[in-house]
């Protein structure tokens, strides 16, 4: 009987191991749904989607992309929402200080189109996508801090804004602002060891008994220095005195100027100050090596 029984059982499983396995069969799991399509009927769609098919980024005006049916209750279909993550980081989480509403189609325009292909797009890093809001800002003690862009962690918002009535100074402003903006936030998350051992150590290493940040000239000089010595293009004036720069200010002066200056030019205006000319060398190749694009 036992006999029996194991060749009944070796038989099943001969059976069970010669059948042909089923081909497995593609799912929408890892859909992307960073895309746009085409619509010639529509001047603005069809503008995103020709900036999609040539940079790969694509523009959303919806935070709300996609959906899926994952089910139904009572009849009733049940979805998932596929959603750009503007406030959200890697590095902290989720936030809740970050608040943007969504442009109406009537105020999208090809001007703004234009301003991030051809100022934005052309000096950025490449991103998961893009995603232009009408407001965007932060709540702060009872008022707003106007954001002129938010890296998050499937795209990067940028407020839209109205170009047409632009000054050529007010739009180099603002696409500077978003530039500075984002390179700080990516600076912040991923490179923070450099800056602190290769930028802020520069100014540093040049006062070892006092750290030089936001101080008076005169708690660090000799008497014969200028800021400009000991590393710093900007200063801070409270009351009627003056300091050097917090670090968050010092670091925005020299991002301000790497993006507006070549090499040649800001070097012919610091000649005389090598601390300047090594911090803004070092920060030119640390946002090089992350594929931003700097004047030449």
């Known amino acids: 009987m036992k006999i029996i029984n194991c060749l009944l059982l070796s038989l099943f499983i001969l059976a069970a191991c010669s059948k042909k396995e089923v081909s497995l069969q593609p799912s ?11 619509n010639p009927n529509d001047v603005i769609d069809h503008e995103v989607y020709q900036i999609f098919k040539a ?4 523009i959303f005006y919806n935070d709300t992309i996609a959906r899926r049916q994952v089910g139904d209750s009572a009849g009733i279909p049940q979805y998932f929402y596929i959603r750009l993550m503007a406030n959200y980081s890697p590095s902290t989480g989720p936030s809740n200080s970050l608040v943007f509403t969504l442009l109406p189609k009537s105020r999208r325009s090809m001007g703004m189109l234009n301003l991030v292909k051809s100022d934005l797009l052309t000096v950025l890093p490449p991103f998961p996508s893009i995603f232009l809001t009408d407001s965007l800002y932060t709540p702060s003690s009872g008022s707003k801090i106007i954001r002129d862009a938010q890296v998050g962690f499937n795209t990067v918002a940028i407020r839209s804004v109205i170009t047409d009535t632009m000054s050529a100074a007010t739009r180099n402003s603002f696409v500077l602002s978003v530039l500075v903006r984002i390179a700080t936030q990516k600076l912040e ?3 923070s060891p450099e800056l602190e051992n290769q930028f802020y150590f520069i100014s540093r290493s040049l006062s070892p008994w006092l750290d030089p940040f936001h101080v008076l000239l005169a708690q660090i000089s000799d008497g014969t220095q200028t800021f400009e010595d000991f590393g710093f293009i900007t200063t801070v004036k409270t009351g009627n005195k003056i300091y050097s720069p917090e670090k968050s200010r010092d670091l925005d002066s020299y991002l301000r100027a790497v993006f507006s200056n070549t090499p040649a ?12 000319l090594q911090k803004f060398d070092v920060l030119r190749s640390i946002l090089t090596g992350m594929k931003f694009k700097l004047p030449q």
Do not use: S
């Open 265 to 276: 030019n800001f070097k012919a205006q610091y000649a005389n100050y090598p601390p300047v």
């Open 55 to 58: 940079t790969g980024i694509p």
């Open 189 to 191: 998350a991923q490179k």
């Open 28 to 38: 929408n799991k890892d859909e992307n749904y960073l895309v746009v399509r085409d």
